[in-house]
């Protein structure tokens, strides 16, 4: 089933009613299902939400998604407990080796430079060049063959002069907010999964609570730059606003392709979740990873 994703921007108060959610404003009362609920982004320093309805959407596997002043995303509330066997899951994912580490890494990678092609093909109408790179990708990727093709990427997907930087200019204000979205999703997803996404297989910042989402998330990032591509293409706007926001909410539902069956991206990192926790658990052998576009 497709959850649904909720922006709220306006002052509100949110609370729980017959185990549906409740946004009251000064203009209207909604209520919506909390199992129909994926993603609520509350964006908006005089939203109150009680810890009931906080509480419900959690139980429910919803990720609330707490933005700061600057209206990109800033917290993160997840279920710690949404699998029945976590502890032994936790236990594979601790116990994972270095090499298969590096196996899941290279493979991760692999896809990454693969989907960044494939929209640089798409974008610049040149051929795709970045097949070879995704060929030299070795275990680990010692070679560092992302950041060869990161540097030759961000020079061509947008401006010549555009410098990829999470705090550079316009439009890397947009660009932030997608990923800081899509990192959510996949934390939401490894969660699901039983995993603890504190762990990552190759981000390894201390101070990361999420190093495994943003290891997981690096292939879906392509997704995020075509958004953000025909905004600028469409939108003569620098600055974060409601409908850019709403754009950018909608990579969640964006359908991507396995090879025998189609899905939504907010499924398909369900599923590339799962893949993930098979491999640790030594049932299979490559995570699951969908293609971008058909």
């Known amino acids: ?12 108060k ?23 609920i994926g993603f ?20 429910n596997n919803s990720a609330v998604i707490i933005c700061g002043k600057t209206h990109l995303p800033n917290g993160l509330f997840l279920n710690l407990n949404s699998h029945h066997i976590q502890q032994e ?23 990454k430079i693969t989907n960044q092609g494939l929209l640089l093909e798409m974008v610049t109408g040149k051929p795709n060049t970045f097949e070879y790179l995704s060929s030299k990708v070795l275990s680990g990727d010692t070679s560092n063959m992302e950041g060869v093709a990161a540097n030759f990427y ?7 002069d555009f410098k990829r930087e999470r705090f550079g200019q316009y439009p890397n204000n947009f660009l932030n907010y997608g990923y800081a979205i899509l990192r959510a999703a996949t934390a939401r997803a490894l969660s699901g999964s039983g995993l603890l996404n504190t762990l990552g297989i190759h981000h390894k910042n201390k101070y990361n609570a999420f190093a495994l989402a943003d ?53 398909a990192l369900q599923k590339t979740a799962s893949s993930l926790q098979q491999c640790f658990s030594g049932k299979r052998k490559t995570i699951k990873y969908p293609d971008l576009w058909n």
């Open 89 to 111: 899951l936790f236990k594979n994912q601790i116990n994972a080796s270095v090499p298969l580490k590096k196996q899941l890494w290279q493979q991760t990678v692999k896809q």
């Open 215 to 267: 290891d997981i998330m690096e292939p879906f990032r392509p997704l995020v730059d075509e958004a953000v591509f025909t905004i600028i293409a469409h939108y003569d706007e620098q600055e974060l606003n409601t409908e850019i926001k709403s754009i950018l909410l909608q990579v969640l539902t964006r359908t991507v392709y396995f090879k025998d069956e189609k899905s939504p991206l907010m499924v």
């Open 40 to 59: 609520i982004v509350i964006d908006n320093p005089e939203v109150y939400i009680s810890i009931t309805a906080l509480n419900l959407l959690i139980e």
């Open 1 to 12: 089933m497709l959850k649904k994703t909720l922006l709220i921007e306006n002052k509100s």
């Open 14 to 36: 949110i609370t729980t009613k017959n185990l549906q959610l409740q946004i009251k404003t000064d203009a209207r009362i909604s209520n919506i299902p909390i199992e129909d």
């Open 154 to 160: 961000w020079k061509s997907v947008f401006e010549q």
